[in-house]
């Protein structure tokens, strides 16, 4: 399985960035996928996680009503919308595949790993 994540750059708060994730190697629209973030000297935290269909979605409480996570099966790509950015969302993002094909919040339930996208968000 290979991640690709892209779209991260810098952004004044207020602002808004699209991340994009783009799998290859494996059957994408049978898997949940998530996205995480990492700021320095912070260990790895969740952000949002969608199942295999698009049908269920959970989002970190620190981006609930701002991020918003969804998924086109048939381009084998996900995505992370992000609007009304603020500096505490600067970290590098990165996307993952779940073992199965429901959504979590666990960094656990996730083998494959991108390489991440660095989000700046300047104040």
């Known amino acids: 399985v290979q991640l690709q994540a892209s779209g991260g750059g810098l952004v004044q708060a207020g602002g808004s960035l699209r991340l994009s994730c783009a799998a290859s190697g494996r059957t994408f629209s049978r898997y949940g996928m998530g996205w995480f973030r990492q700021a320095p000297g912070k260990e790895r935290e969740f952000v949002a996680t969608i199942n295999w269909s698009g049908g269920s979605t959970f989002y970190a409480g620190s981006v609930k009503g701002r991020f918003t996570i969804s998924r086109d099966n048939a381009k084998n790509t996900m995505y992370l919308q992000m609007d009304s950015l603020k500096p505490e969302d600067t970290a590098v993002y990165y996307c993952?595949?779940?073992?199965?094909?429901?959504?979590?919040?666990?960094?656990?339930?996730?083998?494959?790993w991108g390489q991440g996208t660095l989000v700046t968000v300047s104040s």
């Open positions: 993952a595949v779940a073992g199965d094909s429901d959504a979590y919040t666990t960094r656990y339930a996730y083998p494959y």
